[in-house]
Nanobody, 116 residues
Framework: VQLVESGGALVQPGGSLRLSCQAS????????MNWYRQAPGKERELVAR????????DYADSVKGRFTVSRDNAKNTVYLQMNSLKPEDTAVYYC??????????WGQGTQVTVSS
């Protein structure tokens, strides 16, 4: 099982980024996928979730209306489109899922820095 995030960068406030998480080694389409983030000195927090079969989505209140999670099962990839970025969005962003065995899998993370 492998999760590889990409797309993080330095961006100005109000800007946009799209993060990608390339998955391999498991039946991607059968699992809900999550995006978490962790800012310096803070606990890791759930940002967005997308369901497996119905593609239902859920967001943290802090990102609702600005972030959009999506997935492409043909490419085994989950995305996080981030618009109207704020300095408080600065964090390392991780994708994650819970395998049916009960194990949780994480990627290595991608750094997003929002600063002028």
């Amino acid at each position: 099982v492998q999760l590889v995030e990409s797309g993080g960068a330095l961006v100005q406030p109000g800007g946009s980024l799209r993060l990608s998480c390339q998955a391999s080694g498991f039946a991607f389409s059968g699992y809900a996928m999550n995006w978490y983030r962790q800012a310096p000195g803070k606990e890791r927090e759930l940002v967005a979730r997308i369901g497996n079969f119905d593609g239902s989505t859920d967001y943290a209140d802090s990102v609702k209306g600005r972030f959009t999670v999506s997935r492409d099962n043909a490419k085994n990839t989950v995305y996080l489109q981030m618009n109207s970025l704020k300095p408080e969005d600065t964090a390392v962003y991780y994708c994650n899922f819970r395998h049916y065995s009960g194990s949780y899998y994480w990627g290595q993370g991608t750094q997003v820095t929002v600063s002028s």
